[in-house]
């Protein structure tokens, strides 16, 4: 055991400051306005959900006064639904389950996808055969009735919502992850890798995943709020979990109503349409701050 | 001198490729050996084989589609072409290492470059983080990179295209392996730097005795750093001699026009040099070789028996081979 020379010394000023990445894209991302604009809706919507109890210390399902009171009416800024329940409570509990099952179906489709994709990229031949085959099965299925198959045959719970919708869209990421693999195992620092000893667990874990991130994180942004309007179209059939309340399901109880209380509808739609937007805006953000021909400019 | 025991041995080496137009026979009858502390040149033409030989040599050849056929690569007497993968992934980095043709991709963007050096050795010699960084300093003051301290926590994108060559050469030798093999090591580096990476590594072959593998299509380069060089066309071995042999008496009308490429600076040429030549046309498909001679097509010298059979390799001299018809009976070989 040889002493450490105590932590590397720094030898004399640094002419060039090279930042951080991290410094750098954060940089590169505060510089796209709308994806800062997207990031604070989001980042409201998160606080919102994570703080509901606190924030509105009442029952979401709890009647509190007429049915469809308008908005404005009394305290209730955002009236009353078909049962006289308040609008306001329904959305704020509501953004837990939409980000909750947006955010966990999100996540399934991107372990599935990430690792069908690399496995298939990474080994080529029959593997990639029988997986692209596997993949090329499930996206000629239609998504949205695949969905509602896998929720009905089993109980229609947070859970078994966000394993269905993760299992319908996991394709698209499988075929980029599948992309950047092939196209990166070719690179030298690949046989390089191979040249010193790595086993292939390292070599796609290690040496070729997080040269392969910059899309794959991009796509689950993206991913995220594709996943959220699932759980809305869901929920809107009803084929949702009765017991907690989310956007899609408000929508679904009040559809007969439209045109007599149209902010039934709306309100809960605006939610859904603000809350895929700004997930929208932040996949391009990272998408712009993690392509280094958009620097320096 | 030259009675040490060959540290790696290659003997009738085949290597074929399944490709659309057919098998393609990459290698045929690849025979070499390297003494510790020596350094051997592979000459030739792109698609010669040269790369395919050193990564068989590793067994990275791309197992579909490519088949090693037949031979033995026995390192101190172990033939690798035998051994299991778990044994070649120990082989690889601590006994036999590789430097590959672009510093700027054979290095991975994503980590740092003391991170890279270090992995080698925490790979091979279970050391921790600390002592294999640790190491990774050292092999950077080894192959001359200055302020080394600060230098092994950048990345590679901070450095110039000569100091990856030289991180490269650092990984390469970080576990002291008996063989480097260098594959156009200096190809896409401005000649100054070219020059600075040669003298590295002879320094660091006479501090370590390590054996080199030099591949390259430069003969200037074989020139200055081989003590033997194998001159390849088309997947065979054409000539083999020391240095100085092939360069003032080559043999073999290919190794002749490869040296007539490489212009000369001197005042008055010697007047059989004549004037600067090329090899007219290019390396065949390796579909189709036919039964001749592979050179023929391109050969000046070329005969009816060049055409229908292919030369063995006849010894021209001690320690001198040429595999050419101008050398050698029909009958004798």
């Known amino acids: 055991m040889t002493d450490r020379p105590a932590t590397a010394p720094e030898s004399g000023p640094e002419t060039v400051r090279i930042e951080r990445p991290v410094v750098e894209f954060l940089r590169m991302y505060v510089r796209n306005w709308a994806a800062v604009a997207g990031f604070i809706v989001f980042a409201a919507i998160v606080f919102a959900a994570l703080f509901a109890p606190v924030i509105l210390a009442v029952d979401p399902f709890e009647m509190v006064r007429m049915h469809f009171t308008p908005p404005g009416h ?47 990229g990474y080994y080529r031949g029959w593997v990639d055969e029988v997986l692209m085959r596997i993949t090329e099965f499930f996206q000629v299925l239609p998504p949205l009735l695949l969905a509602m198959v896998l929720v009905a045959l089993f109980e229609p719970t947070l859970p078994t919502v966000a394993i269905a919708i993760g299992v319908v869209t996991w394709t698209g ?17 690949v046989k390089a890798a191979r040249s010193i000893g790595s086993r292939d667990r390292r070599i796609i874990w290690r040496v070729i995943l997080p040269n392969a991130l910059p899309p794959l994180i991009v796509n689950a942004a993206l991913t995220c709020g594709i996943a959220i309007l699932f759980e809305a179209a869901l929920s809107f059939l009803g084929l949702s979990d009765p017991n907690v309340m989310s956007w899609g399901k408000i929508i679904g109880d009040n559809r007969d109503y439209l045109l007599d209380a149209p902010w039934t509808v709306t309100i809960p739609g605006v939610a859904i349409f603000l809350t895929v937007l700004a997930v929208s805006l932040i996949g391009d953000g990272l998408n712009d701050a993690f392509n280094p021909r958009l620097r320096e400019r | 001198m030259e009675a040490a025991a060959p540290l790696l041995e290659v003997e009738g080496l085949e290597v074929e490729f399944r490709t659309r137009q057919g098998v393609a026979r990459v290698l045929d009858g690849i025979e070499l050996s390297l003494e510790p502390g020596r350094t051997l040149g592979i000459v030739g033409e792109s698609g010669c084989g040269k790369s395919i030989t050193a990564l068989s040599i590793m067994r990275l050849v791309p197992v579909p589609p490519g088949r090693i056929g037949a031979g033995a690569v026995r390192l101190k007497g172990e033939d690798l072409l035998q051994a299991s993968e778990k044994r070649m992934r120990e082989v690889r980095g601590k006994d036999i290492s590789m430097i590959f043709q672009e510093p700027m991709t054979s290095l991975n963007p994503v980590y740092s470059i003391g991170d890279q050096i270090a992995e080698t050795v925490r790979l091979h010699e279970g050391l921790s983080r600390r002592d294999s960084l640790d190491r990774a300093i050292e092999m950077l003051k080894a192959v001359h990179i200055p302020a080394a301290e600060r230098r092994v926590r950048e990345f590679p994108h901070q450095m110039s295209g000569g100091m990856r060559q030289r991180v490269m050469i650092a990984m390469a030798l970080a576990c002291q392996p008996s063989v480097l093999i260098a594959d ?28 080199i593998i030099l591949i390259s299509h430069d003969m200037g380069a074989i020139a200055e750093m081989a003590d033997r060089v194998m001159v390849m066309y088309a997947g065979r071995i054409v000539e083999e001699a020391a240095t100085d042999e092939i360069l003032e008496s080559p043999r073999h009308p290919y190794t002749r026009g490869l040296i007539a490429c490489v212009p000369h600076m001197e005042e008055e040429p010697p ?27 391109r050969c000046d010298h070329a005969t009816d028996l060049c055409r229908s059979r292919a030369p063995q390799p006849f010894a021209v001299d001690a320690d001198h081979r040429a595999a050419c018809w101008l050398y050698g009976e029909a009958g004798t070989a």
Not at chain 1, 95 to 103: I, M, Q
Not at chain 2, 196 to 210: N, P
Not at chain 2, 273 to 296: K, M, N, Q, W, Y
Request: aromatic letters at 6%; a negative charge.
């Open chain 1, 74 to 120: 009394d305290s209730y800024v955002l009236g009353t639904d078909n049962l006289g329940r308040d609008m306001l409570t329904a959305i704020v509990y509501g953004a837990r389950a939409t980000l909750v099952v947006g955010g966990s179906a999100a996540g399934l489709t991107i372990v599935i996808g990430l690792t069908i994709g690399s496995l298939a």
């Open chain 1, 173 to 189: 990421v499988a075929r980029l992850a599948r992309a950047e693999f092939m196209r990166i195992r070719e690179l030298e620092f």
């Open chain 2, 184 to 211: 156009e090591p200096t190809t896409a580096l401005d000649v100054t730097v070219q020059a600075q990476v040669f003298d590295l590594l002879k320094e660091l072959q006479e501090k370590t005795g390590t054996a």
């Open chain 2, 271 to 297: 007047p059989e040099r004549g004037a600067l030549t090329e090899i007219p046309g290019v390396v065949p498909a390796l579909t189709d070789l036919g039964s001749g001679c592979s050179f023929a097509p």
